[in-house]
């Protein structure tokens, strides 16, 4: 961890104007074995990739999830999100699914970044709850409540190469509204 290494992750800042964004919405148990499984959330977000760009508003650039608390102990609500040019018509839907929108604010954003073959890298998969998270991501959150950043939401965002293809993954926080 951050205080007994005494290592600063590699935390940088940005400032990002506001974002506008689209996701679907579900519910998971924590405890539930297929989690880790990314098909279904890989198949919600080509759906809602789609979708968008039928509507004339299609993404404009990585996508990421952010986790938030559910009604019950043992569940989690999952946001597979989109960020998209215009806000999202209030008219907009897509069967079969729960939809979120709205527009992150002008912020500024304290973000780590880790490479696509460092998060690949054996994190002990076979232990017990699952997969361990990586250590920079470990480090960001002891670094901001070191910090004395108060935040709401981790965001976990795809970096795109320009075919689309993701080759980081950075795990970004609202410091700033």
Do not use: C
């Amino acid at each position: 961890m951050l205080a007994e290494s005494g290592q600063q992750p590699d935390v940088k800042t940005r400032h990002v104007g506001p974002t506008h964004w689209a996701a679907i919405s579900t519910t998971v148990r924590v405890a539930d074995d297929d989690i880790d499984d990314a098909d279904w959330a890989n198949s919600d977000f080509q759906m809602l990739h789609t979708a968008l760009s039928q509507a004339g508003n299609p993404p404009i650039g990585g996508w990421w999830t952010a986790i938030d608390p559910a009604d019950a102990a043992d569940e989690v609500e999952v946001l597979l999100s989109w960020p998209v040019r215009e806000p999202v018509p209030k008219d907009f839907s897509l069967d079969g699914v729960e939809l979120r929108t709205g527009t992150l604010p002008d912020r500024t954003e304290a973000f780590v970044r880790t490479e696509i073959d460092e998060v690949e890298d054996d994190l002990l998969d076979d232990t017990a709850g699952g997969r361990l998270l990586h250590p920079k991501y470990l480090d960001f959150v002891e670094y901001l409540d070191k910090n004395g950043h108060q935040f709401r939401q981790l965001r976990q965002a795809a970096v795109l190469h320009d075919e689309g293809v993701p080759v980081a993954m950075e795990i970004t926080a609202t410091i700033n509204p």
